[in-house]
Nanobody, 125 residues
């Protein structure tokens, strides 16, 4: 069984930076595609960014391209989301997700097998 635990959320001001972390246990993340999703109040969960097992491929939602960066440390079973130039529309619960695939980057939530509990990011103007 895989367990994912996010951390690093909190309250930020417009233009601030935050770094989210996701710690995985139960399965080496080095053999899995990982992703960040987010869900704002009253909205559906949406894809933010994903990274393949080696880190060789990433993709980003248009709304975050150039401001958010995903990375991973397979030796530590960790992935990260560096969030810069935060905007009020980034306010959401951010979820870490994992699928046991090596080379694909799914963007639909139902394609991921394991989820963390989420961490809340609130960006105040």
């Amino acid at each position: 069984q895989v367990q994912l635990v996010e951390s690093g959320g909190g309250l930020a001001q417009v233009g601030d930076s935050l770094r989210l972390s996701c710690a995985a246990s139960g399965r080496p993340v080095s053999t899995s595609t990982m992703a960040w999703f987010r869900q704002a109040p009253g909205k559906e969960r949406e894809f933010v960014t994903g990274i393949t097992w080696s880190g060789g491929r990433t993709n980003y939602a248009n709304a975050v391209e150039g401001r958010l960066t995903i990375s991973r440390e397979n030796t530590k079973n960790m992935i990260y989301l560096q969030m810069n130039s935060l905007k009020p529309e980034d306010t959401a619960v951010y979820y870490c997700a994992l699928v046991r695939k090596l080379f694909t980057l799914p963007i639909q939530p139902n394609e991921y097998e394991y989820w963390g509990q989420g961490t809340l990011v609130t960006v105040s103007s």
